[in-house]
């Protein structure tokens, strides 16, 4: 089963950066294509950003041009680089296979942009 681990969050002001990162364990890694999710309090959980294996992007368009995903597959891990931030990006951020997230989720990384 694979074990996915989020860390990198933390408390921003609005405009300022974080980089989340996502660590998987099992095989194969590099033939799934990944996606960061997020979940605000009383809201879904949404799809934030996916990159394949082969490094094809694909962003929700409330991201576009503040964050960039990338992965090394080497290190099965996948980046979340999110700059200019805003409050509406607070969330528990998590990471799972796209565009079915059926491994085990993880604890997620706890996003939170106020001044």
């Known amino acids: 089963q694979v074990q996915l681990v989020e860390s990198g969050g933390g408390l921003v002001q609005p405009g300022g950066s974080l980089r989340l990162s996502c660590a998987a364990s099992?095989?194969?890694?590099?033939?799934?294509?990944m996606g960061w999710y997020r979940q605000a309090p009383g809201k879904q959980r949404e799809l934030v950003a996916s990159?394949?294996?082969?490094?094809?992007?694909n962003y929700v368009d409330s991201v576009k041009g503040r964050f960039t995903i990338s992965r090394d597959n080497s290190k099965k891990v996948v980046y979340l680089q999110m700059n200019n931030l805003k409050p509406e990006d607070t969330a528990v951020y998590y990471c799972?296979?796209?565009?079915?997230?059926?491994?085990?989720w993880g604890q997620g990384t706890q996003v939170t942009v106020s001044s």
């Open positions: 799972n296979r796209h565009p079915t997230p059926d491994w085990v």
């Open positions: 099992g095989r194969f890694f590099s033939i799934y294509t």
């Open positions: 990159i394949g294996g082969g490094g094809t992007t």
